[in-house]
């Protein structure tokens, strides 16, 4: 058999976070009953006119500055024509022509090191409704909510040559978008999709093979196992001496396949034309400086400085800086006079724990940076043991509550009365001889069973280094 390289670039669609759609005020909030988020410009209404959402550009240029793009100073929308019945208007607002942003890359890291992907274009377009397949009635429903939410589209080159350069390279565009704040990029609400543009050639060959394209893959793991099947598929095609056919096909999951759903259109299918009712999109000095100006720390830059600044291991940075909002939180609590090592435990441990219980991500955490703290103290000044101080970071996690007035209400304090705990851990020894005999006979572990029974007595409220002091002394004195 032949050998074969795989030739990929991608089609990533990212809704961008502004409260309202591109052309209109209807909100892009995520869900809400079918067809409430409208008004007759999102839904294609004859004599309605678009009028553009500047924040949207705004988000565009960030991120084509987060990606090397040149950006358009002179730019426009062309309207893409396309009958579809999740599109109202028989056309979508797009851009062609000018696009927003050119000329790109962002560095991946492969097994074989570092990798530029070039980005060929973004530009900046209205995403159409969404049609809902309802088995039992045995028809199709239209929900126009997502109608006119805006989009950006990132147009790589065909640099990618396996499944894990393509994840490599979503992973961080989604990061550098998400540090700007341009979108949630979840891609299980759709909010970011790719589309795979997949073709294989013989190993040495500069020519390309024809491309296929799987359009709205919305998992990583989806993304991957669509990428091994069109690959096999095609070299199945190839070593049979067949064609394989430039169409756009539906990749199914769950049944590890693909199949056709129409042929591959060309841009002269859809009649572009300069878009008649919006005015040119003029970009000058001092806006371009403006947005520039307002570009955050990026993770590569913030992996460089954790480590400078707060000499925690490499492995708990990586795993801080994966989220903006799990980084400022982190170093909002050390702002807040915090040892850096202290609070990446609590992040990196209990966080991630509930987070990973309750299916959520980092940038779900709703609790201030204020309320953890609080707890941090709470633990350096002894008014808590680290066992309570858990119980009350779930409360933190769930509630936001505030832990010195939560202690307080619930009584969790430790028990700072040296004679009373000597009391109760003298009572406990003189109620197990046999344990006191056998840790006075040699097996040490049998301080374990007295000190937790010490421990159910006071309701954990007892400062475990205290307790073993106290009993070290009753059963060696």
């Given at each position: 058999m032949r050998e074969?390289?795989?030739?990929?670039?991608?089609e990533v669609h990212v809704e961008l976070a502004t409260k309202t759609k591109i052309f209109c005020s209807c909100s892009t909030a995520f869900g809400?009953?079918?067809?409430?988020?409208?008004?007759?410009?999102?839904t294609g209404m004859p004599g309605s006119l678009p009028v553009l959402n500047r924040k949207v550009v705004e988000y565009a240029v960030a991120v084509g500055l987060a990606t090397n793009c040149e950006i358009t100073r002179n730019g426009k929308f062309d309207r893409k024509n396309y009958f579809y019945p999740d599109n109202p208007q028989n056309y979508?607002?797009?851009?062609?022509?000018?696009?927003?942003?050119?000329?790109?890359?962002?560095?991946?890291?492969?097994?074989?090191?570092?990798?530029?992907?070039?980005?060929?274009?973004?530009?900046?377009?209205?995403?159409?409704?969404?049609?809902?397949?309802?088995?039992?009635?045995?028809?199709?429903?239209?929900?126009?909510?997502?109608?006119?939410?805006?989009?950006?589209?990132?147009?790589s080159e065909p640099d990618m040559r396996s499944a894990e350069e393509v994840i490599a390279y979503l992973e961080t565009l989604r990061l550098r978008i998400q540090y700007l704040g341009a979108s949630d990029c979840k891609l299980q609400e759709g909010s970011m999709r790719a589309d795979v543009n997949l073709s294989v050639r013989e190993v040495g060959?500069?020519?390309?093979g024809t491309r296929t394209e799987m359009k709205n893959l919305n998992s990583f793991k989806a993304i991957a196992r669509a990428i091994e099947g069109e690959k096999n598929r095609q070299i199945d095609l190839l070593e049979a001496g067949e064609p394989v056919i430039q169409e756009t096909r539906r990749w199914d999951d769950a049944g590890g396949y693909s199949y056709a759903m129409r042929s591959k259109e060309d841009a002269q299918d859809y009649r572009y034309f300069p878009e008649p009712d919006l005015v040119p999109v003029v970009i000058d000095d001092a806006w371009l400086e403006?947005?520039?100006?307002?570009?955050?720390?990026?993770?590569?830059?913030?992996?460089?400085?954790?480590?400078?600044?707060?000499?925690?291991?490499?492995?708990?940075?990586?795993?801080?800086?994966e989220s903006k909002r799990m980084a400022d939180l982190f170093e909002a609590v050390i702002a807040l006079g915090k040892k850096p090592k202290e609070v990446s435990n609590w992040l990196m441990v209990d966080t991630m724990r509930?987070?990973?219980?309750?299916?959520?991500?980092?940038?779900?955490?709703?609790f201030s940076p204020e309320h953890l703290a609080g707890l941090i103290t709470l633990l350096e000044e002894g008014k808590i043991n680290r066992g309570t101080a858990r119980e009350v970071f779930e409360e933190i996690f769930y509630h936001d509550i505030d832990p010195?007035?939560?202690?307080?209400?619930?009584?969790?304090?430790?028990?700072?009365?040296?004679?009373a705990l000597r009391s109760v851990i003298e009572e406990i020894v003189a109620k197990n001889?046999?344990?006191?005999?056998d840790y006075r006979g040699g097996k040490k572990k049998a301080a374990g069973f007295l000190v937790g029974q010490t421990m159910k007595a006071m309701k954990g409220q007892a400062d475990p280094a205290k307790v073993n002091a106290i009993l070290k002394e009753l059963l060696e004195g």
């Open positions: 074969y390289e795989t030739v990929i670039g991608l809400g009953a079918p067809n409430t988020h409208t008004c007759p410009v999102c979508q607002i797009s851009q062609l022509y000018l696009p927003i942003c050119r000329n790109g890359h962002v560095d991946i890291e492969t097994e074989n090191g570092p990798k530029s992907i070039g980005i060929h274009e973004i530009h900046m377009e209205e995403d159409a409704g969404k049609l809902i397949h309802d088995e039992w009635l045995d028809c199709s429903l239209v929900d126009f909510n997502r109608s006119g939410v805006p989009l950006i589209e990132i147009v060959s500069e020519k390309l403006e947005i520039r100006a307002a570009q955050p720390e990026f993770r590569e830059a913030k992996m460089v400085r954790y480590k400078e600044e707060y000499d925690i291991p490499d492995y708990d940075i990586g795993i801080l800086t509930l987070l990973k219980e309750n299916n959520q991500t980092p940038e779900e955490l709703a010195v007035a939560y202690v307080e209400e619930k009584g969790l304090g430790m028990v700072s009365d040296d004679g001889p046999q344990s006191v005999a």
